[in-house]
């Protein structure tokens, strides 16, 4: 693996800062210099500290909204005034099935760190979440205009559309410089750290 160079590396003020927080941290709770010596010498456990650095969850939400399945896909995404629409987003390959108004709540989960399908799908399951569909998705970018120029990346994993190569596509927003697309999302391996995930919880 090629690893980005870090500022850290070559700023030794910076260092000092973040090591004190950490010696603080575990003097705080009773620990000693012989606790933090363990980083050196205990096998794994420079790779937990790391693990829990870079495992920490954001969850945004809940946002209420409603979602109209009486419009169709083209007046859903009308209604989001999108920057530019992929033309494979269509009612062929993502069809939106339901009827009349349904009362919704939205999360947005942000995972710091490359992820998965499967990883957020399982993390969505523990607590009682569903992957948002493309009903969901486009309920944000009309009811949450400005918000959803915020977020580089958001994604529906609840509706995917394969093409005829084989090949699982998604349906995100992607935001550059304010300009907001409606996009296909594909993804070979794992999702980029810059990812947001879009997840539902019907209103009881």
């Not at 012989?34 to 790391?50: F, H, M, N, P, Y």
């Not at 954001?58 to 033309?87: C, H, M």
């Not at 998705?137 to 190569?165: C, F, M, N, Y």
Request: charged residues 25%.
């Amino acid at each position: 693996m090629v690893r980005e160079k870090s500022d850290f590396l070559s700023s030794f003020g910076i260092v000092f800062e973040i090591w004190k927080k950490i010696v603080n941290a575990v003097q705080d709770i009773g620990g000693t210099d012989d606790d933090l010596r363990g980083i050196l010498t205990e096998d794994g456990l420079a790779q937990k500290l790391a693990d829990v650095l870079m495992s920490s969850l954001q969850i945004t939400g809940p946002f209420e909204t409603k979602i109209n399945y009486n419009r169709s896909l083209v007046e859903l995404i009308e209604a989001g005034k999108y920057d530019g629409v992929d033309p494979e987003i269509n009612d062929q390959n993502f069809p939106v099935v339901g009827n009349g108004e349904h009362e919704v709540k939205l999360f947005c989960v942000h995972f710091k760190k490359s992820c998965t399908t499967e990883e957020v799908l399982a993390y969505l399951v523990q607590h009682a979440l569903q992957p948002a569909k493309i009903e969901h998705l486009l309920a944000v970018g009309e009811t949450h205009g400005q918000a959803k120029r915020l977020l580089p990346k958001l994604i529906a994993l609840g509706t995917s559309w394969i093409d005829s190569e084989g090949s699982r596509f998604f349906v995100g927003l992607q935001t550059l410089h304010e300009v907001c697309n409606l996009r296909l999302a594909l993804n070979f391996s794992a999702w980029r750290k810059d990812c947001y995930f879009l997840a539902v919880r019907e209103a009881a």
